[in-house]
Nanobody
Framework: QMQLVESGGGSVQTGGSLRLSCAASGRTFSNYAVGWFRQAPGKEREFVAAISWSGGWTEYADSVKGRFTISRDNAKKTVYLQMNSLKPLDTAVYYC????????????????WGQGTQVTVSS
């Protein structure tokens, strides 16, 4: 089993920044790809960003490219999502997930999910 815990959410104004963290415990974290998804009120959960186990591959949703950066520190068992130039449309609960394959991370069918952290961007 693996447990994932997100943190770093909060309330910021348009143009502000936040750094989310996804801390893992349990299984060998360095073997897993990790992704970030978000879900806004009344909307379906959507993919945000993903990173391979080594950090050598990353993928972003078009809506966040150039503004968000995903990274990981396997020694700390943590994946980060640096979010800059935040917009009200970024308001959502952000979740991290982990799976042994990139495909399952990207498709949202990963084995492990965190509980989420709220991000609110006001205009």
């Amino acid at each position: 089993q693996m447990q994932l815990v997100e943190s770093g959410g909060g309330s910021v104004q348009t143009g502000g920044s936040l750094r989310l963290s996804c801390a893992a415990s349990g299984r060998t974290f360095s073997n897993y790809a990790v992704g970030w998804f978000r879900q806004a009120p009344g909307k379906e959960r959507e993919f945000v960003a993903a990173i391979s186990w080594s950090g050598g591959w990353t993928e972003y949703a078009d809506s966040v490219k150039g503004r968000f950066t995903i990274s990981r520190d396997n020694a700390k068992k943590t994946v980060y999502l640096q979010m800059n130039s935040l917009k009200p449309l970024d308001t959502a609960v952000y979740y991290c997930n982990a799976a042994s394959s990139r495909g399952r991370v990207l498709s949202g069918t990963a084995d492990y999910w965190g509980q989420g952290t709220q991000v609110t961007v006001s205009s």
